[in-house]
Protein backbone atom coordinates (compact mmCIF):
# COMPACT_ATOMS: atom_id res chain seq x y z
CA UNK A 1 0.00 0.00 0.00
CA UNK A 2 1.18 3.30 -0.81
CA UNK A 3 0.57 7.21 0.36
CA UNK A 4 1.44 10.52 0.28
CA UNK A 5 1.63 12.63 2.93
CA UNK A 6 -1.27 13.41 4.43
CA UNK A 7 -3.04 10.98 2.39
CA UNK A 8 -3.80 7.99 4.93
CA UNK A 9 -4.71 10.74 7.62
CA UNK A 10 -7.91 11.61 5.17
CA UNK A 11 -8.40 7.79 5.04
CA UNK A 12 -8.62 7.42 8.77
CA UNK A 13 -11.26 10.87 8.84
CA UNK A 14 -13.54 9.71 6.14
CA UNK A 15 -16.39 9.52 8.18
CA UNK A 16 -15.75 12.53 8.91
CA UNK A 17 -16.07 13.67 5.23
CA UNK A 18 -19.39 11.94 4.87
CA UNK A 19 -20.93 13.66 8.05
CA UNK A 20 -19.62 17.52 6.82
CA UNK A 21 -20.71 17.18 3.20
CA UNK A 22 -22.91 19.23 1.41
CA UNK A 23 -23.52 16.85 -1.75
CA UNK A 24 -27.05 15.28 -2.87
CA UNK A 25 -25.23 11.84 -1.90
CA UNK A 26 -25.19 12.89 1.66
CA UNK A 27 -28.84 13.78 1.66
CA UNK A 28 -29.48 10.62 0.60
CA UNK A 29 -26.88 8.89 2.41
CA UNK A 30 -26.02 8.90 5.96
CA UNK A 31 -24.29 6.40 7.33
CA UNK A 32 -22.72 6.98 10.99
CA UNK A 33 -18.83 7.66 11.34
CA UNK A 34 -17.32 5.69 14.55
CA UNK A 35 -13.93 5.46 15.41
CA UNK A 36 -11.19 1.84 15.39
CA UNK A 37 -13.89 -0.38 12.93
CA UNK A 38 -12.31 -2.97 13.19
CA UNK A 39 -13.69 -3.39 16.96
CA UNK A 40 -17.48 -3.83 14.28
CA UNK A 41 -15.16 -7.28 12.61
CA UNK A 42 -16.68 -10.64 13.28
CA UNK A 43 -13.20 -12.37 14.26
CA UNK A 44 -14.59 -15.76 14.26
CA UNK A 45 -15.57 -18.15 11.42
CA UNK A 46 -18.36 -19.95 13.34
CA UNK A 47 -20.48 -16.44 13.99
CA UNK A 48 -19.08 -15.91 10.22
CA UNK A 49 -20.10 -18.84 8.80
CA UNK A 50 -23.92 -17.94 9.98
CA UNK A 51 -23.94 -14.51 8.80
CA UNK A 52 -22.23 -12.46 11.64
CA UNK A 53 -24.51 -14.11 14.28
CA UNK A 54 -23.38 -15.04 18.12
CA UNK A 55 -25.44 -13.26 20.77
CA UNK A 56 -27.20 -16.59 21.60
CA UNK A 57 -25.76 -19.33 20.02
CA UNK A 58 -24.88 -22.21 21.54
CA UNK A 59 -21.27 -21.61 24.02
CA UNK A 60 -18.12 -22.18 22.33
CA UNK A 61 -14.87 -21.04 22.49
CA UNK A 62 -15.37 -17.86 19.92
CA UNK A 63 -17.61 -16.47 22.60
CA UNK A 64 -15.58 -13.78 24.26
CA UNK A 65 -16.26 -11.55 21.34
CA UNK A 66 -20.26 -12.35 20.62
CA UNK A 67 -21.43 -12.47 24.48
CA UNK A 68 -18.80 -13.24 26.95
CA UNK A 69 -21.98 -14.36 29.64
CA UNK A 70 -22.11 -17.64 27.46
CA UNK A 71 -18.61 -19.35 29.14
CA UNK A 72 -20.71 -20.24 31.95
CA UNK A 73 -22.50 -22.69 30.30
CA UNK A 74 -19.88 -24.04 27.71
CA UNK A 75 -18.86 -27.56 28.24
CA UNK A 76 -15.45 -27.89 29.83
CA UNK A 77 -13.49 -25.85 31.95
CA UNK A 78 -10.84 -24.08 30.17
CA UNK A 79 -9.57 -23.54 26.38
CA UNK A 80 -7.95 -20.90 23.75
CA UNK A 81 -8.87 -19.91 19.97
CA UNK A 82 -6.76 -18.22 17.42
CA UNK A 83 -8.69 -17.05 14.46
CA UNK A 84 -7.21 -14.88 11.14
CA UNK A 85 -8.87 -13.03 8.93
CA UNK A 86 -7.46 -11.36 5.53
CA UNK A 87 -9.84 -8.24 4.96
CA UNK A 88 -10.58 -6.43 2.08
CA UNK A 89 -8.50 -9.14 -0.18
CA UNK A 90 -9.77 -7.86 -3.13
CA UNK A 91 -7.88 -4.57 -3.06
CA UNK A 92 -5.37 -5.27 -1.16
CA UNK A 93 -2.90 -8.42 0.10
CA UNK A 94 -1.83 -6.95 3.49
CA UNK A 95 -4.63 -5.58 5.83
CA UNK A 96 -5.37 -8.39 8.00
CA UNK A 97 -6.94 -9.26 11.34
CA UNK A 98 -5.59 -11.59 14.09
CA UNK A 99 -7.62 -12.32 17.27
CA UNK A 100 -7.51 -14.81 19.96
CA UNK A 101 -9.22 -15.88 23.24
CA UNK A 102 -9.54 -17.70 26.42
CA UNK A 103 -11.29 -18.51 28.92
CA UNK A 104 -11.31 -20.39 32.39
CA UNK A 105 -13.99 -21.34 34.47
CA UNK A 106 -13.55 -22.09 38.08
CA UNK A 107 -14.80 -22.42 41.67
CA UNK A 108 -16.26 -25.72 42.95
CA UNK A 109 -19.58 -25.37 41.17
CA UNK A 110 -17.84 -23.97 37.90
CA UNK A 111 -20.52 -21.37 37.73
CA UNK A 112 -17.81 -18.91 37.29
CA UNK A 113 -15.43 -17.85 34.51
CA UNK A 114 -12.54 -15.64 33.88
CA UNK A 115 -12.04 -14.66 29.60
CA UNK A 116 -9.78 -12.34 27.54
CA UNK A 117 -9.12 -11.94 24.36
CA UNK A 118 -6.53 -9.99 21.98
CA UNK A 119 -7.15 -8.28 18.68
CA UNK A 120 -4.88 -7.14 15.79
CA UNK A 121 -5.95 -5.28 12.97
CA UNK A 122 -3.06 -4.09 10.46
CA UNK A 123 -3.47 -1.96 7.61
CA UNK A 124 -0.37 -2.98 5.88
CA UNK A 125 2.63 -1.16 5.22
CA UNK A 126 2.47 2.55 4.04
CA UNK A 127 4.83 4.68 2.16
CA UNK A 128 4.88 7.84 3.06
CA UNK A 129 6.12 10.50 -0.15
CA UNK A 130 6.54 14.45 0.75
CA UNK A 131 4.78 17.01 -1.77
CA UNK A 132 7.87 16.49 -3.90
CA UNK A 133 6.97 12.75 -4.00
CA UNK A 134 10.05 12.05 -2.13
CA UNK A 135 10.02 9.16 -0.25
CA UNK A 136 9.95 9.98 3.45
CA UNK A 137 9.40 6.70 5.81
CA UNK A 138 7.13 3.63 6.23
CA UNK A 139 4.95 3.20 8.63
CA UNK A 140 2.53 0.18 10.18
CA UNK A 141 -1.05 1.49 11.11
CA UNK A 142 -2.75 -0.63 13.31
CA UNK A 143 -5.68 -1.39 15.80
CA UNK A 144 -5.43 -3.42 18.64
CA UNK A 145 -7.95 -3.96 21.42
CA UNK A 146 -6.95 -6.53 24.53
CA UNK A 147 -10.22 -7.00 27.07
CA UNK A 148 -11.21 -9.26 30.14
CA UNK A 149 -14.36 -10.35 31.09
CA UNK A 150 -16.01 -11.78 34.74
CA UNK A 151 -19.08 -14.08 33.71
CA UNK A 152 -21.31 -16.00 36.24
CA UNK A 153 -24.51 -18.26 35.93
CA UNK A 154 -26.61 -16.44 38.11
CA UNK A 155 -29.61 -19.16 37.84
CA UNK A 156 -30.24 -22.51 35.93
CA UNK A 157 -31.38 -20.60 33.24
CA UNK A 158 -29.72 -17.51 33.14
CA UNK A 159 -25.98 -15.61 33.25
CA UNK A 160 -24.36 -12.26 33.00
CA UNK A 161 -20.92 -10.73 32.48
CA UNK A 162 -18.88 -7.49 32.36
CA UNK A 163 -15.83 -6.58 29.85
CA UNK A 164 -13.54 -4.36 30.55
CA UNK A 165 -11.85 -3.48 27.20
CA UNK A 166 -8.49 -1.04 26.29
CA UNK A 167 -8.10 -0.14 22.88
CA UNK A 168 -5.40 1.66 20.61
CA UNK A 169 -4.90 2.74 17.36
CA UNK A 170 -2.02 4.03 15.75
CA UNK A 171 -1.99 6.08 12.34
CA UNK A 172 0.83 8.38 12.93
CA UNK A 173 2.41 8.98 9.69
CA UNK A 174 5.37 10.53 11.38
CA UNK A 175 4.20 14.18 11.54
CA UNK A 176 2.32 16.20 13.95
CA UNK A 177 -1.18 15.38 12.66
CA UNK A 178 -1.50 12.69 13.80
CA UNK A 179 -1.05 10.77 17.39
CA UNK A 180 -2.00 7.45 18.31
CA UNK A 181 -5.35 7.20 20.05
CA UNK A 182 -6.52 5.27 22.92
CA UNK A 183 -9.46 4.73 24.56
CA UNK A 184 -11.26 2.30 26.97
CA UNK A 185 -14.62 0.86 26.79
CA UNK A 186 -16.38 -2.01 28.79
CA UNK A 187 -19.23 -4.87 28.08
CA UNK A 188 -22.41 -5.36 29.89
CA UNK A 189 -24.11 -8.78 27.77
CA UNK A 190 -26.38 -11.77 29.48
CA UNK A 191 -27.79 -15.14 28.07
CA UNK A 192 -30.41 -17.34 29.16
CA UNK A 193 -30.39 -21.02 28.12
CA UNK A 194 -33.56 -23.46 28.67
CA UNK A 195 -35.22 -26.21 26.66
CA UNK A 196 -38.87 -26.65 25.57
CA UNK A 197 -40.62 -29.53 24.12
CA UNK A 198 -41.55 -29.36 20.17
CA UNK A 199 -43.90 -32.50 19.62
CA UNK A 200 -41.34 -35.13 21.17
CA UNK A 201 -38.02 -33.74 20.66
CA UNK A 202 -36.49 -31.50 23.21
CA UNK A 203 -35.55 -27.87 21.43
CA UNK A 204 -32.80 -25.65 23.16
CA UNK A 205 -33.76 -22.25 23.13
CA UNK A 206 -31.14 -19.17 23.73
CA UNK A 207 -31.63 -15.42 23.89
CA UNK A 208 -28.68 -13.27 24.42
CA UNK A 209 -28.03 -9.62 24.65
CA UNK A 210 -24.41 -7.46 24.39
CA UNK A 211 -23.89 -3.94 25.30
CA UNK A 212 -20.52 -3.43 23.85
CA UNK A 213 -17.72 -0.68 23.63
CA UNK A 214 -19.44 1.48 26.22
CA UNK A 215 -17.19 3.89 26.81
CA UNK A 216 -14.91 6.65 25.86
CA UNK A 217 -13.99 8.83 22.49
CA UNK A 218 -10.96 8.43 21.09
CA UNK A 219 -8.80 11.22 18.89
CA UNK A 220 -6.07 10.71 16.52
CA UNK A 221 -4.91 14.26 16.82
CA UNK A 222 -3.74 15.05 20.29
CA UNK A 223 -7.14 15.83 21.44
CA UNK A 224 -8.02 18.62 18.90
CA UNK A 225 -10.96 16.10 17.53
CA UNK A 226 -12.62 13.14 18.70
CA UNK A 227 -14.71 10.73 17.56
CA UNK A 228 -17.15 7.98 18.94
CA UNK A 229 -15.99 4.24 19.53
CA UNK A 230 -18.62 1.71 17.71
CA UNK A 231 -20.70 1.67 20.77
CA UNK A 232 -23.62 -1.33 19.76
CA UNK A 233 -26.53 -3.23 20.83
CA UNK A 234 -26.70 -6.83 19.92
CA UNK A 235 -29.86 -8.86 20.91
CA UNK A 236 -30.07 -12.52 19.51
CA UNK A 237 -32.01 -15.53 19.52
CA UNK A 238 -31.50 -19.25 18.76
CA UNK A 239 -33.03 -22.43 18.30
CA UNK A 240 -31.46 -25.67 18.77
CA UNK A 241 -33.61 -28.76 17.11
CA UNK A 242 -32.19 -32.80 17.41
CA UNK A 243 -33.38 -34.35 14.36
CA UNK A 244 -32.90 -37.62 15.87
CA UNK A 245 -29.96 -39.12 18.07
CA UNK A 246 -27.20 -37.93 16.20
CA UNK A 247 -27.80 -34.93 14.22
CA UNK A 248 -29.11 -31.31 15.47
CA UNK A 249 -30.26 -28.37 13.17
CA UNK A 250 -30.34 -24.92 14.57
CA UNK A 251 -31.74 -21.88 13.67
CA UNK A 252 -29.95 -18.08 14.87
CA UNK A 253 -31.22 -14.26 14.46
CA UNK A 254 -29.55 -11.14 15.71
CA UNK A 255 -30.36 -7.82 15.21
CA UNK A 256 -27.50 -4.78 15.82
CA UNK A 257 -28.38 -1.02 16.25
CA UNK A 258 -25.20 1.37 16.68
CA UNK A 259 -25.33 3.52 19.74
CA UNK A 260 -23.49 6.50 18.37
CA UNK A 261 -25.74 9.45 17.55
CA UNK A 262 -26.66 10.21 13.73
CA UNK A 263 -25.15 13.03 11.75
CA UNK A 264 -27.54 15.88 10.82
CA UNK A 265 -27.46 16.91 7.08
CA UNK A 266 -27.03 19.89 5.66
CA UNK A 267 -29.51 22.42 4.84
CA UNK A 268 -30.36 24.06 1.60
CA UNK A 269 -28.47 27.53 1.56
CA UNK A 270 -26.32 26.80 4.99
CA UNK A 271 -23.71 29.11 5.37
CA UNK A 272 -19.91 28.36 6.56
CA UNK A 273 -20.39 29.53 9.92
CA UNK A 274 -23.73 27.33 10.50
CA UNK A 275 -21.85 24.11 9.09
CA UNK A 276 -18.92 25.18 11.62
CA UNK A 277 -21.75 25.19 14.25
CA UNK A 278 -23.73 22.11 13.58
CA UNK A 279 -19.85 20.12 13.11
CA UNK A 280 -19.17 21.49 16.55
CA UNK A 281 -22.05 20.72 17.84
CA UNK A 282 -21.82 17.16 17.13
CA UNK A 283 -18.61 17.05 17.98
CA UNK A 284 -19.48 18.49 21.76
CA UNK A 285 -22.17 15.23 22.50
CA UNK A 286 -20.91 12.73 25.30
CA UNK A 287 -20.55 9.16 24.80
CA UNK A 288 -23.16 8.77 27.19
CA UNK A 289 -25.70 11.31 25.70
CA UNK A 290 -24.81 9.97 22.32
CA UNK A 291 -26.02 6.75 23.46
CA UNK A 292 -29.55 7.75 24.06
CA UNK A 293 -29.92 10.38 21.44
CA UNK A 294 -29.21 7.72 19.20
CA UNK A 295 -32.38 5.77 19.49
CA UNK A 296 -34.53 9.42 18.31
CA UNK A 297 -32.03 11.25 16.60
CA UNK A 298 -31.98 10.43 12.53
CA UNK A 299 -33.09 13.44 10.59
CA UNK A 300 -34.95 11.26 8.24
CA UNK A 301 -37.37 10.55 11.42
CA UNK A 302 -39.20 6.38 12.58
CA UNK A 303 -37.87 5.50 8.93
CA UNK A 304 -34.71 6.32 8.99
CA UNK A 305 -33.60 4.86 12.67
CA UNK A 306 -35.16 1.55 11.05
CA UNK A 307 -32.14 1.60 8.21
CA UNK A 308 -30.09 2.22 10.94
CA UNK A 309 -31.34 -1.22 12.28
CA UNK A 310 -28.92 -4.34 11.11
CA UNK A 311 -30.20 -7.71 11.25
CA UNK A 312 -29.11 -11.19 10.02
CA UNK A 313 -30.23 -14.96 10.19
CA UNK A 314 -28.30 -18.18 10.18
CA UNK A 315 -28.61 -21.91 10.04
CA UNK A 316 -26.45 -24.58 11.47
CA UNK A 317 -26.70 -28.51 10.86
CA UNK A 318 -24.64 -30.62 13.32
CA UNK A 319 -23.49 -34.11 12.74
CA UNK A 320 -22.83 -36.37 15.85
CA UNK A 321 -21.48 -33.00 17.30
CA UNK A 322 -18.34 -33.24 15.00
CA UNK A 323 -19.50 -31.78 11.34
CA UNK A 324 -20.75 -28.61 11.12
CA UNK A 325 -22.89 -26.90 7.78
CA UNK A 326 -23.63 -23.22 7.88
CA UNK A 327 -25.25 -20.68 5.98
CA UNK A 328 -26.47 -17.25 6.74
CA UNK A 329 -27.39 -13.80 5.51
CA UNK A 330 -26.21 -10.36 6.96
CA UNK A 331 -28.28 -7.14 5.82
CA UNK A 332 -27.80 -3.45 6.41
CA UNK A 333 -29.14 -0.64 5.12
CA UNK A 334 -28.08 0.83 1.54
CA UNK A 335 -28.03 4.36 3.45
CA UNK A 336 -26.27 3.38 6.31
CA UNK A 337 -23.02 1.39 4.40
CA UNK A 338 -24.65 -1.20 2.37
CA UNK A 339 -22.99 -4.83 3.79
CA UNK A 340 -25.32 -6.91 2.40
CA UNK A 341 -23.75 -10.75 2.16
CA UNK A 342 -24.08 -14.43 2.24
CA UNK A 343 -22.15 -16.42 4.26
CA UNK A 344 -20.81 -20.30 4.32
CA UNK A 345 -19.44 -21.85 6.13
CA UNK A 346 -18.24 -25.64 8.06
CA UNK A 347 -16.22 -26.90 11.30
CA UNK A 348 -15.03 -30.26 12.76
CA UNK A 349 -14.36 -30.95 15.97
CA UNK A 350 -12.18 -33.87 17.34
CA UNK A 351 -11.85 -34.47 21.39
CA UNK A 352 -9.56 -31.28 21.98
CA UNK A 353 -9.32 -29.50 18.24
CA UNK A 354 -11.94 -27.38 16.63
CA UNK A 355 -11.18 -25.99 13.19
CA UNK A 356 -13.78 -23.43 11.58
CA UNK A 357 -13.54 -22.09 8.17
CA UNK A 358 -16.03 -19.09 6.68
CA UNK A 359 -16.81 -17.65 3.27
CA UNK A 360 -18.17 -14.17 2.56
CA UNK A 361 -19.84 -13.63 -1.20
CA UNK A 362 -21.68 -10.17 -1.29
CA UNK A 363 -24.60 -9.77 -2.46
CA UNK A 364 -24.51 -5.69 -2.87
CA UNK A 365 -22.36 -4.26 -6.34
CA UNK A 366 -18.96 -3.24 -5.93
CA UNK A 367 -18.81 -4.74 -2.59
CA UNK A 368 -14.72 -4.93 -1.57
CA UNK A 369 -16.08 -7.72 1.47
CA UNK A 370 -16.86 -10.06 -1.21
CA UNK A 371 -15.29 -13.05 -1.26
CA UNK A 372 -13.94 -12.51 2.50
CA UNK A 373 -12.11 -15.85 3.90
CA UNK A 374 -12.11 -16.69 7.76
CA UNK A 375 -10.62 -19.14 9.45
CA UNK A 376 -10.35 -20.20 13.10
CA UNK A 377 -9.07 -23.19 15.67
CA UNK A 378 -10.03 -23.63 18.68
CA UNK A 379 -8.25 -26.01 21.89
CA UNK A 380 -10.40 -27.70 25.00
CA UNK A 381 -7.34 -27.90 27.15
CA UNK A 382 -9.40 -30.33 29.52
CA UNK A 383 -9.65 -32.71 26.70
CA UNK A 384 -5.79 -32.05 25.78
CA UNK A 385 -4.95 -33.06 29.41
CA UNK A 386 -7.42 -35.95 29.58
CA UNK A 387 -5.28 -37.14 25.89
CA UNK A 388 -1.86 -36.31 27.62
CA UNK A 389 -3.22 -39.36 30.71
Known amino acids: MRSKSGFFTAICLVGASVLFSGTAFAQQHNPIPVAVPSLQIAPDARGGGMGDIGAATMPDLYSQYWNAAKYPFISGTSGFSVAYTPWLSRLVNDIDLVYLSGFWKFGNDNLNAISASFRYFSLGDVEVFDQNTDFVMAVSPH???????????????????????????????????????????????????????????????????????????????????????????????????????????????????????????????????????????????????????SFGDAPGGFREEMQEVMWSVGVEYTNNNRFSLRTGYYHESEYKGNRRYVAFGAGFRMESFQIDAAYLVSTAQSNPLDQTLRLSLGVDLEGVRKLLK
Open 143 to 293: EYAMDVAYSRRLSETFSGAVTLRYIRADYSTGDDDTTPGNAFSADISGYNESYLYLGRAEALLGFGFNLSNIGTKISYDGGNTSMFLPANLRLGASLGLPVDNKNTISFSADINKLLVPTPKLPVEGETGEEQARRVQEYSEISPVSGIFK
